[in-house]
């Protein structure tokens, strides 16, 4: 299995946590967004996530691949959503195992930053009022 | 030269297209976005997006191949 | 259902997941501990925890408590094992949602620490050289 | 006076009981854990330990009522 994966159904989070266990692994820190039914002080009624999957797939993997290098941990996943979402689901999972808490802590905040900063993942919240659009890293409307 | 260009998010929503073939004079990604943002009327500044060239990031004045693909990317939005 | 409980049977993740679940959330950080195959050097076997349950209850109440009024977060809990545990099962579960990153990561961070440092729970070590022993919180050996 | 003392981690396995029921003249949990060392032989320094009263932490002077549960808490090593 690739370390970072695009799912377009659901994300089956028990089956990728028995992907971090180890033996030698004390700790496990796990992060999920969900999506929320408010964004910047407006009403959220669902998303979609659109990405630009050879390059999403290659900046993720070089993502986690660094994780391991950088921080003294044994495996680290990530998956994110794409398509339509409903206000709950689960878009965007990261798991990491380590020996000790600090590095998986450490790591699994690492990787959700640098995913949510590098990914090609783009997300269109559509608002309670009707509108929509397409979103900056900092929540901020994008237009073209 | 042709290019393949991909489109995603707020401008795949305004030039209306997932796609499209191009032939053009441009001969990197700088001269090919002024060239389809005249075209399609995009308003988003080059410097607000980055570029990638078959599917690999890129800069904007890489010399461009015939039938290369070519995208241009949004500030990205995931998680 | 308390925020805190010990647990003398495996610990269901998934049901304990969905109750962080809260539409206003867009985080939920969560630290696994796991029984690794060595500490300090020694090869372990398994271990067992023993807990004073009265004064663990309240103490494992008043920190994620304390976790909710200090952090900005939605709902926080945690389910301690006691009892025999062999390598590679789950002795502490921690989970907390909130509706930023920032502050599920921090709270589940404070809330394994204070529970590690202060909640009346002790670790028997049996390790593959026969011999076994009660920790501190450093992993040194507490002999009395 | 009569206490009630319950006994974990290194100190059950020390003194090889889980509990015991006490009558002696200790007045307050400092009196009464030097009282219980000698008898058990126990090794682990008062300052090592905290002492919780009827199910919460108290204090080494804080008076003893007749019929208290008092523990010795070694070092915790819970997570």
């Known amino acids: 299995m690739s370390a970072f994966c695009l799912a377009d159904c659901p994300i089956d989070v028990a089956r990728l946590g028995r992907e971090l266990a180890s033996r030698s692994a004390g700790a496990c820190v796990s ?6 039914d408010r ?23 070089r993502i986690l691949v660094h994780a391991r290098e950088r921080f003294a941990i044994e495996h680290a996943l990530c998956v994110h959503r794409v398509g339509e979402l409903e206000i709950g689901d689960l878009a965007v999972w990261v798991g990491v195992s380590a020996a000790h808490r600090d ?10 930053d640098e995913i949510k900063a590098h990914v090609p993942i783009w997300k269109n919240e559509f608002y309670r009022d009707g509108a929509s659009g397409w979103l900056h890293p900092d929540g901020s409307p994008v237009s073209a | 030269m042709n290019y393949r260009l991909l489109y995603f998010a707020s401008l795949r929503d305004r030039t209306g297209c997932a796609s499209e073939s191009l032939a053009t004079d441009a001969a990197d990604p700088r001269a090919l976005y002024a060239e389809i943002a005249r075209r399609h009327g995009l308003g988003l500044a080059m410097e607000r997006l980055r ?7 890129a800069q904007w004045d890489t010399p461009l191949q015939d039938n290369d693909e070519v995208v241009f990317l949004p ?5």
Do not use: T
Request: glycine share 12%; net charge neutral.
């Open chain 1, 103 to 112: 590095a998986a802590f450490a790591a699994c905040r690492h990787v959700i």
């Open chain 1, 31 to 36: 992060f999920e967004g969900w999506v929320r």
């Open chain 1, 39 to 61: 964004n910047a002080g407006k009403a959220v009624l669902r998303l979609a996530y659109q990405a630009y999957p050879a390059l999403a797939l290659a900046e993720g993997e």
């Open chain 2, 51 to 57: 570029v990638a060239v078959n599917g690999e990031f």
């Open chain 2, 75 to 79: 500030p990205v939005s995931g998680g």
